[in-house]
C-alpha cells in the first residue's frame, strides 16, 4: 500500500494523463485513478484519485517533496529543476489540497472529507 499516493482537491479539468505527465518526474507510475465524490448539497463537487507508482521510494519522494513545500512555501529548493517539479503538482488543485500515502485505496468508500 506504500506505493500509493492519495491526492483530493483537483481541478475539475484536471485528466488522468495529466497526473500522469506530472508525477512521473518522480518515478514509474503503474496507474492512475480519478473520480469525484457525490455532491450533497452541503459540500461542492471534489475531484479526487490515486496515483500508484512501481515502488515505496517513489512514492515516498512525491509525498515529503509536497510536505516540504506545505510547511515552508519560501523554501530554498536544491535546484531549479526541484522546483518546478512541486509547482506542477501544486498547480493541479484548487485550494487547500491532500497530497499523501496514508490512505487504503479503497473505490467502494471513499475517506470522508473534513469541511470546517
Given at each position: ?38 455532491y450533497?448539497?452541503?459540500t ?73
Amino acid at each position: 500500500m506504500d506505493r500509493y499516493v492519495f491526492i483530493q482537491n483537483l481541478k475539475l479539468d484536471v485528466t488522468d494523463e495529466k497526473i500522469k505527465t506530472v508525477f512521473k518526474t518522480y518515478g514509474d507510475i503503474v496507474t492512475v485513478r480519478l473520480d469525484k465524490l457525490p455532491y450533497t448539497g452541503f459540500t461542492p463537487n471534489i475531484r479526487i484519485g490515486y496515483v500508484v507508482f512501481a515502488n515505496a521510494a517513489e512514492a515516498k519522494k512525491v509525498v515529503l517533496a509536497i510536505e516540504r513545500f506545505r510547511n515552508d512555501p519560501n523554501m530554498n529548493f536544491t535546484n531549479e529543476a526541484e522546483k518546478t517539479k512541486v509547482t506542477d503538482i501544486i498547480s493541479l488543485f484548487e485550494g487547500d489540497y491532500i497530497v499523501t500515502n496514508l490512505f487504503k485505496p479503497s473505490w467502494k468508500k471513499f475517506p470522508p472529507v473534513k469541511r470546517n
